[in-house]
Nanobody, 126 residues
Framework: QVQLVESGGGLVQAGGSLRLSCAAS????????MGWFRQAPGKEREFVAA????????YYADSVKGRFTISRDNAKNTVYLQMNSLKPEDTAVYYC???????????????????WGQGTQVTVSS
């Protein structure tokens, strides 16, 4: 099992930036597919971004495309989410998730992932 710990969340003003990190331990995840999801109070968990194992293929929700960037550093066993031009509607708990090698992958579907972190809070004030 992979353990995932998110960090980098906090309180920022609209238009500001944050960089989230997801550190994996227990296994190397260089060949894992990884994603970011978020959940606001009273809302369902929604897809934010995902990245293939080699970092060359990425996916984004329409709501964040052009503002957020997902990346990974396999040497550090870490995935990042750079968030720019933040909006109040970006306020949510952000979760990191991994998909083990093998099988098909539906990047935008939470059920496609095997392991999850406990989340980090992002709050954007207007």
């Amino acid at each position: 099992q992979v353990q995932l710990v998110e960090s980098g969340g906090g309180l920022v003003q609209a238009g500001g930036s944050l960089r989230l990190s997801c550190a994996a331990s227990g296994r190397t995840v260089s060949n894992y597919r990884m994603g970011w999801f978020r959940q606001a109070p009273g809302k369902e968990r929604e897809f934010v971004a995902a990245i293939y194992w080699n970092g060359d293929i990425t996916y984004y929700a329409d709501s964040v495309k052009g503002r957020f960037t997902i990346s990974r550093d396999n040497a550090k066993n870490t995935v990042y989410l750079q968030m720019n031009s933040l909006k109040p509607e970006d306020t949510a708990v952000y979760y990191c998730a991994t998909k083990r090698p093998g099988g098909s992958w539906s990047p935008r579907q939470p059920t496609s992932y095997d392991d999850w972190g406990q989340g980090t809070q992002v709050t954007v004030s207007s």
